[in-house]
């Protein structure tokens, strides 16, 4: 009892000799190997130090990364940076609960995601090919895993400005980077790399904006104000020109939650539309308005207009719901079947791949999964926003913030096999939980 006592009393001291092996083991690598190497290991180490310790950090890391997801590494093989940084961090806080003997906050809604990947599991068994969903499964429950680990690590507001904090500059560190390629190209989209999916960029950068809108509204003295005034201002322009009308549905939606509970809401309504027009001014006369960005602004006017194929896309998903209600047609088995629906849909053009994206993850997990998918993940968005009773009009609005802006994304992507996904579920939780103690605290 007393030995158990005082291993957990004494963490730091274990996590400081494990810091001071691997700085040896580093050291020893720094002197035997290549310069470059060997400095790679000693930062990889270092950074590990450091997570032990403040778990924090590595979620702050994660974020930080999220803009450059589509990086693969010539030394590394087919694991990228990104996920080996989140394989970093994630075995750091496993380190720092078994040293310091921490308790895991799980909460409501993992019950509801535990439930919602077990359906997903179970619906391998009427998969016309299971083979299609086992690597995306795998991937799933990573993703939960990092559920898990960032609702445990944001402790504080402080973790918590942290992570929106690294987020955010991480997306302005890339912007410009995304930006040169449409300036290189007429017909190309802004993206931080060429292997990066446009969408899935134009989401983080969302993320970021909501991440600037809090330092805005948190923030104590008028410079700080400004400079995150200004960042917003600077994340319009790559937003923008990342031409995804999910991430400006998905922005415009949360910055009216955002807008909503301030105190001058009309006013700072007008001001931001004025702001939004000063940015569509300088992009315009800066000449980076392409034939692409018009038409896919023009599909976002004319719903009614067949200017993309989602539509067609949904309405084939459409025919699976019907003949599958309940249980779908199987986890990641969209694809499967696309062909065979489209051809009861005239001028719907056929795949040669049997990859196709539903572009909507309520029509896709309702084609998926059945009824009994679309009701478990609607529940864990349910949970999450009433987890903790706030009074009225008192209701925390960066966890609304989050849960609008991806419920309003998943409306033209499959949100739920992403990570920002997972990480604006896991932020919109912690936030929740932080103004249920502060308001039972008093503060």
Not at 342 to 358: C, E, Q, T
Request: net charge positive; hydrophobic share 55%.
């Amino acid at each position: 009892m007393q030995l158990e006592r005082s291993f957990r009393l004494n963490g730091w001291n274990w996590a400081a000799a494990l810091a001071a092996l691997g700085m040896v083991l580093a050291g020893v690598l720094l002197s035997l190997a290549p310069l470059k190497i060997g400095l790679s290991v000693l930062a990889g180490a270092l950074f590990l130090a450091a997570a032990v310790r403040w778990p924090v950090l590595g979620v702050a890391a994660v974020c930080s990364l999220l803009t450059v997801e589509g990086i693969s590494s010539s030394q590394l093989g087919p694991v990228t940076e990104v996920r080996l940084a989140g394989l970093a961090a994630f075995g750091a806080w496993i380190v720092h609960v078994m040293l310091f003997g921490r308790r895991l906050r799980l909460g409501r809604p993992l019950a509801f995601i535990l439930a919602f990947v077990f359906w997903i599991g179970l619906s391998f068994l009427w998969a016309l090919d299971p083979s299609l969903g086992g690597s995306y499964y795998v991937t799933l429950l990573q993703l939960v895993l990092l559920y898990v680990m960032t609702v445990n690590v944001v402790e504080t507001r402080r973790d918590l400005a942290l992570v929106l904090g690294a987020l955010m500059l991480g997306v302005l560190a890339t912007s410009g980077m995304s930006l040169t390629l449409i300036t290189h190209n007429i017909l190309e989209r802004a993206r931080t790399f060429e292997a990066q999916n446009a969408n899935n960029y134009a989401a983080v950068v969302g993320l970021g904006l909501v991440a600037g809108l809090y330092f805005l509204k948190r923030g104590r003295h008028l410079w700080s104000k400004g400079l995150a005034f200004l960042s917003i201002l600077c994340l319009a322009a790559p937003l923008v020109m990342a031409q995804s009308r999910s991430g400006w549905l998905a922005s415009s939606a949360a910055l009216g939650v955002f807008l909503w509970h301030t105190r001058r809401r009309w006013l700072n309504m007008v001001l931001m539309l004025v702001s939004a027009l000063i940015v569509l001014a300088g992009i315009y006369y800066s000449g980076m308005i392409n034939f692409t960005l018009v038409d896919r602004a023009v599909d976002v006017v004319e719903v009614g207009q067949r200017g993309s194929d989602r539509f067609d896309i949904w309405g084939v998903g459409l025919g699976m719901i019907r003949d599958h209600p309940v249980l779908g047609v199987g986890f990641k088995q969209f694809g499967r079947y696309y062909n065979s629906y489209r051809a009861a849909y005239p001028g719907v053009r056929k795949d040669l791949m049997n990859n196709r994206d539903p572009h909507s993850v309520y029509v896709g997990i309702t084609a998926e999964l059945g009824l009994v998918g679309i009701l478990l993940f609607g529940l864990i968005f349910l949970s999450t926003l009433t987890e903790y009773r706030f009074p009225p009009g008192d209701a925390p609005w960066l966890g609304r913030t989050l849960l609008v802006y991806i419920l309003v994304f998943g409306l033209g992507g499959t949100v739920y096999m992403a990570k920002y996904y997972w990480l604006a579920l896991s932020l919109a939780a912690a936030s929740n939980r932080l103004a249920d103690s502060e308001m039972r605290e008093g503060i």
